[in-house]
């Protein structure tokens, strides 16, 4: 069954290495694997020691394909199709340079999530249409929420919308079967069938609803929480339990990486006692390793630990 | 004759057209409320209100014209409620 892997998580914890290691390991079992990172700090190709900057997906191996998303470039394309299309409907815009003020909308409050869950659709699109496990590098945690919750987030705002929406075109068209079509500018809709708006807001109810339904899929989407030997990771971890608990995601496995690490925390009470919160959830421990993580030296045997579990 | 029913035609044309006037103001001034309302919503943000995301105002903005100026419309007058409201009632 075709699956997706999301591997979530506090800054620092060894996702991109359980990620990265999952990936080959699938790879080497003859399935075909898109790993992804849609963090914009990526380290992903420093991982399988590639050289930083390259565009675009880039394969491996048979079985692998890696690609760190340019999340800039997704807001840019977004923006630029939002300035054509206002050039095309405003035409006294035809003269002023639009693309400088969308320069500065790059830059406002939600526009990165969006840029991410834009990169995201278009990955979903290629694991649909061949690609038999999708892994997701995720950026830390704050970002990734809210990534989770923009399509329910938005599926109130349009469900409100479209209310409103629906009363404006019954209005106009009440008015029109009064005193005529005329009544209204040539152009402006009078029903749901021409109304780009209404259209618009479809598009994006869909959207969303695919998104929001495929998160809560506990079948074919997994989400894998990494977590160290560590209070501030730990509490970061039930946070994210916690929060997607609200939109009904659920967290499927906890991977306790660079156990080992200190030996104060392996006797520290009260991790233990933090660790007790996340006992409902499967539970594998991966120790640390002295010597740098590659793929070459400890991949398979890190995939290997909880690969099973996942599949 | 012929002449006089077709000054009765146009008069009764008229009264009818005026009838539809009325009847329909209240509907108008409605429909210029909600089409403001929508307009605020998407672009809430901007006056600080809690707004949708704002790829989803963005997204609807270059097919907002209408609701834009009808918008800036009323946030013109909104220091003269009272013709507003003289204007749907019909006074003066």
Known sequence: ?311 | MKERLSKIKESFLLFAKGLRERSTSALEAELKELENAFALILLGALTGMPAPPSYLGIKLLPFLEREIRIMICRSESLGDIFADWFDILDFG
């Open chain 1, 1 to 311: 069954m075709k699956k997706l892997f999301f591997f979530l998580g506090k800054g620092g914890v060894g996702k991109t290495t359980l990620a990265g290691s999952f990936a080959a390991y699938l790879a080497n079992n003859s399935h075909k694997v898109f790993l992804a990172s849609i963090d914009p700090a990526h380290n992903l190709f420093d991982f399988f020691g590639m050289e930083p900057g390259k565009k675009g997906p880039v394969k491996l191996s048979e079985g692998l394909t890696v690609e760190e998303f340019d999340i800039d470039s997704y807001l840019k394309k977004f923006l630029k199709e939002s300035s054509r299309k206002m050039k095309k409907t405003y035409h006294y815009l035809q003269m002023i340079n639009l693309e400088n003020m969308f320069d500065v909308l790059k830059h406002s409050p939600g526009m990165e999530e969006y840029a991410m869950l834009a990169a995201l659709q278009e990955l979903l699109d290629a694991w649909e249409s061949g690609v038999d496990y999708m892994i997701i590098d995720t950026p830390p945690t704050g970002l990734m929420l809210k990534i989770f919750f923009i399509p329910n987030t938005t599926l109130l705002w349009i469900g409100k919308l479209k209310e409103l929406r629906l009363k404006i075109l019954e209005r106009r068209s009440q008015i029109a079967h009064i005193k005529g079509k005329d009544e209204f500018e040539e152009g402006v809709p009078l029903d749901v069938s021409d109304d780009v708006i209404f259209k618009e807001l479809q598009a994006q109810e869909e959207l969303s609803k695919k998104l929001s339904k495929m998160f809560a899929d506990t079948e074919i989407c997994k989400k894998v929480l990494v977590l160290n030997y560590d209070e501030l990771s730990i509490k970061e971890g039930l946070k994210i339990i916690n929060d997607l608990s609200t939109i009904n995601v659920s967290v499927d496995l906890a991977v306790l990486n660079k156990k080992g690490m200190s030996d104060a925390a392996a006797n520290n009470e009260k991790l233990k006692g933090l660790l007790k919160k996340i006992s409902g959830l499967t539970r594998i421990e991966i120790p640390f390793y002295r010597e740098q993580v590659t793929p070459r030296n400890k991949m398979k045997e890190i995939a290997k630990m909880f690969a099973t579990e996942l599949l």
